[in-house]
Nanobody, 127 residues
Framework: QAQLVESGGGLVQPGGSLRLSCGASGFTLDYRAIAWFRQAPGKEREGVACISDYRDGNTYYADSVKGRFTISRDDVENTVTLQMNDLKPEDTGVYHC???????????????????WGQGTQVTVSS
């Protein structure tokens, strides 16, 4: 059964860091763009970052996370990582990874509409 699985969430103080990982089973990620999006209680889903497939590799970020988050891919390990630094309370939410088109659409809202996504991992930023 093809599925995406996220890991690495947790509780962190403001200014701290977390590293999220997205793994796939049943299919490979190399020909797919992979995005991360998040959802906080009472808020709409928000696209966070996207990386195009292994042939392109371009990365895109929502304005709210530029300079703090880094998305990368390891197609040998079939994983995508989201390194999150200088975390803020507004970064709190459930983070999902999602796979779809080979090339990332530039608009973050489209990343929330990717066809395949995992169950998510909770990130809580609080003192």
């Amino acid at each position: 059964q093809a599925q995406l699985v996220e890991s690495g969430g947790g509780l962190v103080q403001p200014g701290g860091s977390l590293r999220l990982s997205c793994g796939a089973s049943g299919f490979t990620l190399d020909y797919r763009a992979i995005a991360w999006f998040r959802q906080a209680p009472g808020k709409e889903r928000e696209g966070v970052a996207c990386i195009s497939d292994y042939r392109d590799g371009n990365t895109y970020y929502a304005d709210s996370v530029k300079g703090r988050f880094t998305i990368s891919r390891d197609d040998v390990e079939n994983t995508v990582t989201l390194q999150m630094n200088d975390l803020k309370p507004e970064d709190t939410g459930v983070y999902h990874c999602a796979a779809d088109h080979p090339i990332c659409p530039p608009e973050p809202y489209v990343w929330t509409e990717f066809g395949s996504w995992g169950q998510g991992t909770q990130v809580t930023v609080s003192s």
